[in-house]
């Protein structure tokens, strides 16, 4: 079990050393076992792509109890069954308007704006880590194919509802920000509304499906164009 | 019942003790920079620990009290004067409507909080009122304070006039140690490269705020260039490409893909976010055991002291 120091309060979980289905379920399974092992010790838990950051409050506990239930959990959680979470669909426009980036990455690709558009609402993600920015949800893994590195240029402002593409990853930019990933469609689907219940439509370990819809169902479901 | 702003200064922001438990949707915890200060406003003014203050960044605010209420500043020697006399700082004040408070640029160090009995009476936001100005979160509307802005308080009667004696006040230099918890990345830092960090002095670069304090001084090299993105705890120290060391803070964010060399223990990085741009700071590693038992004294040092009445 690799257990590494990480702060006077912390400790990192490492499962994994890449991103595959297979480490994101271990990496949820462990999150479940240590809330139930550390319960009222612990302070937050940040789930990634193949680790698990557990932060304590260190006058209630200190490292060495921690690492010990830590490792006590895991060990009696058996081989990771892969904890079905929920499928999200998150419909998307694509048209051209709102798709900065969709002719120049079907270029790279040797492929159609459609063929780009089919793969990337052809294929069911998985969310591996939420960070960067509220609400900002890491999904993956993107069809090879359609892979492209981030711009060389970040943009200065990338618009809420952006539907982007970076290496094999994909995410839907919950506010406007700067950002270098490659802009393929708008989502009219809120991903952080801190007046909303719950705040973000999706976390850590569910399933996401992108949906084509056409332009007048972007702005019926209240999708913005700016 | 309130203060208003009349001018913010530089960077004026409301904060709790931070929001915390919130990483999982991406939100960082903010909250005080320096947490010692922090403390000792509340406790001077015989405040709930987590009561809401002003965290003044540089100076340069003026206030204008629209209650009956006490007030306490801590942190950065920021000159404090009310209808222009002259008042110290780690002391509680009785103020009354109309009266003017300002707050000076500081002389030493540069973070200070300006608290009222009882706490400013905020609305949460994830639990907290910390303002993280990035996330548009907690304060009035998540952003730093603007002229104008009106901050609610209690009318408050009978509070002591405590203040905390000059020699147990810390002291804010040009200089400072940074004690680092080894962990995250290490073992991909050389020997060689980690005895360059612990034995050279770092000035604090002008890239300095809220989410970390960027360092200039000897390049460390990493045997990797970057890593899975993984959850970043605060005080940790990551080494981008260039070789020049990051002390992420209250505003980190909460995952990312730089190797780190280890944490900063809090207490230090308390005293590192009072430093300015050319400041100095020298690296010494502490273990966990030794971390550990750092908090647990400091807790209780702040804490257990009795508190002592300014005869009036």
Redesign the interface.
């Given at each position: 079990m690799d257990i590494h120091f990480a702060g006077e309060n912390a400790l990192i979980l490492y499962l994994g050393q890449e991103t595959s289905p297979e480490t994101a379920a271990r990496v949820q399974a462990a999150c479940l076992a240590i809330e139930a092992a550390l319960a009222g010790d612990l302070i937050d838990l940040v789930p990634s792509y193949a680790s698990v950051l557990v932060i304590y409050d260190p006058l209630r506990t200190d490292h060495m109890s921690v690492g010990h239930r830590m490792r006590e959990a895991l060990a009696s959680t058996g081989p990771a069954v892969d904890v079905q979470g929920r499928t999200v669909v998150l419909p998307v426009y694509y048209g051209a308007e709102v798709a900065a980036d969709l002719d120049a990455l079907a270029e790279r690709a040797s492929l159609s704006a459609q063929d780009v558009v089919d793969l990337h609402s052809g294929t069911e993600y998985r969310v591996y880590a939420i960070g960067f920015a509220p609400g900002f949800a890491y999904l993956g893994q993107v069809d090879e194919r359609i892979a492209a590195p981030r711009l060389a240029t970040p943009r200065q402002k990338v618009p809420r509802g952006a539907v982007a593409i970076a290496d094999r990853q994909t995410a839907v930019y919950p506010a406007v920000s700067p950002g270098g990933w490659n802009l393929i469609g708008r989502c009219p689907t809120r991903m952080f509304d801190p007046a909303a219940t719950p705040t973000m439509p999706v976390a850590v370990g569910d399933r996401v499906r992108f949906e084509a819809i056409s332009r007048d169902r972007f702005l019926a479901l209240g999708g913005d164009l700016t | 019942m309130s203060l208003e702003v009349i001018q913010p200064g530089v960077l004026s922001l409301l904060q709790d003790r931070g929001r915390?438990?919130?990483?999982?949707?991406?939100?960082t915890t903010g909250g005080p920079l320096d947490p010692e200060a922090f403390f000792w406003c509340n406790r001077l003014l015989e405040n709930d620990p987590a009561c809401t203050t002003v965290e003044v960044s540089f100076g340069g605010g003026h206030f204008r009290c629209l209650a009956d209420t006490f007030i306490c500043v801590t942190g950065a020697g920021m000159p404090l004067t009310i209808n222009g006399e002259e008042k110290p700082l780690w002391a509680v004040h009785r103020v009354t409507q109309g009266d003017e408070i300002r707050l000076d640029f500081a002389e030493q160090g540069c973070r200070s909080y300006l608290g009222v009995a009882d706490g400013f009476t905020i609305e949460p936001?994830?639990g907290s009122t910390s303002t993280v100005v990035?996330?548009?979160?907690g304060g009035l509307h998540g952003d730093k304070l603007q002229p104008g802005d009106v901050l609610p308080c209690a009318r408050a009667s009978g509070r002591k006039h405590y203040y905390l004696p000059p020699e147990r006040q810390p002291r804010y230099q040009a200089m400072t140690t940074v004690r680092v918890?080894?962990?995250?990345q290490?073992a991909h830092f050389s020997r060689i490269q980690q005895r360059r960090f612990f034995s050279h002095a770092y000035t604090v670069s002008d890239r300095c705020d809220r989410m970390g304090y960027r360092l200039e001084g000897p390049a460390i090299r990493c045997d990797i260039d970057g890593i899975?993105?993984?959850?970043?705890?605060?005080?940790?120290i990551q080494i981008p490409a260039d070789g020049q060391p990051i002390v992420l803070l209250n505003d980190r964010?909460?995952?990312?893909g730089y190797p780190k060399i280890?944490?900063?223990?809090?207490l230090d990085a308390a005293r590192l976010s009072q430093l300015r741009p050319g400041d100095t700071v020298h690296f010494a590693p502490i273990s966990?055991h030794g971390?550990?038992n750092a908090?647990?004294l400091a807790?209780s040092a702040t804490r257990r002291p009795p508190l002592l009445e300014q005869p009036n």
């Open positions: - | 915390f438990g919130q990483h999982r949707i991406g939100l936001s994830f990035r996330e548009k979160l918890i080894p962990g995250y290490q899975l993105s993984e959850g970043i705890c605060f005080g940790a964010q909460t995952i990312g280890g944490s900063a223990l809090s966990p971390a550990h908090l647990h807790h």
